[in-house]
């Protein structure tokens, strides 16, 4: 059974850095992305940062230049570091994995989410 566990969320002032974590156990078949998303209260899910399986990442404009997603393959995770953190990045932060099984499809994993909330 595949499971995602985040870390390293939390309280932190305007300005401030945190790392985000996503670790993957169990078996994942050819993961194609990991991705960090976002949801603020009485907000839609978004995607914040993306990283594929060749290594090219992607970015929301709303954290372009402030955050940095990277992954360590050999140890199935995932990491959103966070810089210049402002209020409007406070949110639950969910860690997702796609994973593409020939002849079957995609298969989309979630983490349980971790708080973030920044300070003015």
């Known amino acids: 059974q595949v499971q995602l566990v985040e870390s390293g969320g939390g309280l932190v002032q305007a300005g401030g850095s945190l790392r985000l974590s996503c670790a993957a156990s169990?078996?994942?078949?050819?993961?194609?992305?990991m991705n960090w998303y976002r949801q603020a209260p009485g907000k839609q899910r978004e995607l914040v940062a993306a990283?594929?399986?060749?290594?090219?990442?992607n970015y929301s404009d709303s954290v372009k230049g402030r955050f940095t997603i990277s992954r360590d393959n050999a140890k199935n995770t995932v990491y959103l570091q966070m810089n210049s953190l402002k209020p409007e990045d406070t949110a639950v932060y969910y860690c997702?994995?796609?994973?593409?099984?020939?002849?079957?499809?995609?298969?989309?994993?979630w983490g349980q989410g971790t708080q973030v909330t920044v300070s003015s």
């Open positions: 997702n994995v796609n994973s593409y099984i020939p002849s079957y499809g995609y298969v989309y994993y």
């Open positions: 169990g078996s994942i078949f050819r993961i194609s992305a």
């Open positions: 990283i594929i399986s060749g290594g090219s990442t």
